[in-house]
């Protein structure tokens, strides 16, 4: 049964007369996207809900492939380095143009002695597009299937305060 407007059986007949003025045979097939739909909805919103959390928490994320190292950023990472809309987000964990050139070996070795299955955790310093440079508490896990998972959560302001803290407990209000 097909719904819709009444003159649609008639306009596809017109449209499908054969020259003898027969009517045509004619097949319709009718697609329920609903589940695409469903999918698509979901996809968004988890989209946006990765998007929120690495907002809140000031960290960002990418995702690596093996054996190659190929990396891709998420847009909480690009935010969190001020990198441009047009800027590429991928790259290779063995040169990470954001990671200061001096702690691009020691990031790249960590992930290339990672263990399957086996969380881990460091911190290094990464530099932004502005030229600002921050440290980053780097979590990661490599998968068995070849694909790994960073999240990296900016710390600076966190250290600065636990310095500032450090040196007032020490400091001594008559000598200073």
Known sequence: ???GPSHFPDWISRICRRPEGRRAAVMITVLDITELKDALRRA??????LARTEALCRAGSFDVSWPN???RMSGGL???????DDAPRDGSIDNIAWVPPEERAFVGGIWRSAAPGEAFEFQHRVQGADGVRRVVLH???LGGDGHGVALLQDITDRLEAEQRIEALATRHEVTG
Not at 44 to 49: D, K, T, Y
Request: hydrophobic fraction near 60%.
């Open 1 to 3: 049964m097909i719904s």
């Open 44 to 49: 968004e919103w988890n989209a946006s809900m």
């Open 69 to 71: 190292g190929d990396l």
């Open 78 to 84: 690009a935010a969190m380095l001020a990198l441009p």
């Open 139 to 141: 979590r990661g896990l």
